[in-house]
């Protein structure tokens, strides 16, 4: 049952996992340690816009670039590191936006969490989760090294992994104001929401790409599209030539080496545009082409499967945990959203 809630189930993991550390991740640069606490002196605004390690205020406490990195590192390096490196700039943008929003996040949660001391860790917790950490290691690797890399040390990881105890107990303790379906409203759920329960469409697709990373200005996009047209022209009308042997020959996607096959893959794994042109075009014909972030693509659907509602009896044991799940997620996000209307946020522009 896992296939038809694993999106909410990870969605929920990171709200309630503000902070992470990969004491084994060797990519990121050595940066100064994180300066947690609160800072109580004024014009925030004037500090976010001198000092260059400053990303953020929230409430006085910083964000400094080198969480945003440790976290970009730690969270999105191995698929960064799988992108062509013509896609990587776009990419790492989007996951340095998305890495401050999660630290803005983190820095609102920490705020409210340290200011009561049930929330408070003991001395012992922090011991027990070094103790965890050390024990990740890997054989003969060593921790002072390792915290290095990550531009901490082992008084800075104490304080992260405090204030990371003191946010886990503030956010438990809103999950537990939930309250729990009843056989009602689980009934109901699933019949109201048939879309939560089909087994998702798929399609079986190969594809050409004709990057336009790098391509400034209207000349290189006009440039790039009539190469991609030309492509596309090889591939249709009496003369055809094999759609394999173009994207070997000419695309721009790792994929070329498989010629040009994406293989099968679910609806809503794609980005908009090229989920729109798999399922909406006939199987078996080269399609027009398809503008993307990414460049211009020339697709053709090899196969194509449609969804089907899983019968209630296959769901009804695990969907009550997913709707509670669901409602603690929201009340979390929901709380969150409340600290963040209600705090003094002050980010650096650009």
Do not use: W
């Amino acid at each position: 049952m896992k296939r038809y809630f694993a999106s909410r189930a990870a969605a929920l993991a990171v709200v309630c996992s503000p902070f992470t550390i990969d004491l084994q991740a060797q990519d990121a640069a050595p940066a100064p340690a994180p300066a947690a606490a609160e800072e109580k002196a004024p014009a925030a605004e004037a500090k976010v816009a001198a000092d260059p390690s400053v990303v953020a205020t929230v409430d006085g406490r910083k964000i400094l670039h080198s969480d945003v990195e440790r976290r970009v590192v730690g969270q999105y390096g191995q698929q960064l590191a799988q992108i062509p490196e013509d896609q990587q700039a776009i990419m790492r943008a989007r996951a340095e936006e998305q890495a401050v929003s999660d630290l803005i996040d983190r820095a609102v949660l920490a705020n409210a969490a340290t200011k009561e001391e049930k929330f408070k860790a003991s001395e012992a917790a922090i011991d027990q989760r070094m103790t965890d950490m050390k024990s990740q290691l890997p054989a003969g690797a060593d921790l002072k090294q390792a915290l290095e890399q990550l531009g901490l040390t082992e008084a800075s990881l104490r304080e992260e992994i405090r204030v990371e105890l003191a946010i886990n107990s503030l956010i438990e303790a809103k999950m537990a104001e939930v309250t729990e379906p009843d056989a009602v409203e689980v009934k109901k759920f699933y019949e109201e929401n048939p879309k939560f329960f089909t087994k998702g469409a798929t399609a079986t697709a190969r594809h050409i790409l004709v990057s336009t990373q790098g391509a400034d200005g209207e000349d290189a996009l006009a440039a790039k599209k009539t190469q991609a047209e030309a492509l596309r022209a090889k591939l249709i009308g009496e003369k055809a030539e094999a759609f394999e042997k173009v994207a070997t020959e000419h695309s721009d996607c790792p994929s070329k080496a498989e010629g040009g096959m994406l293989g099968e893959f679910e609806k809503g794994k794609m980005v908009p545009e090229f989920e729109t042109a798999a399922f909406g075009q006939k199987v078996g014909e080269v399609g027009p082409l398809v503008k993307t972030d990414f460049g211009y693509h020339i697709i053709k659907v090899e196969e194509r499967s449609d969804g089907e509602v899983a019968p209630f009896e296959e769901v009804a044991e695990t969907l009550p945990g997913y709707l509670a799940g669901q409602r603690k997620q929201e009340a979390v996000e929901s709380y969150v959203k409340e600290l963040r209307d209600a705090a003094k946020i002050v980010a650096k522009a650009g």
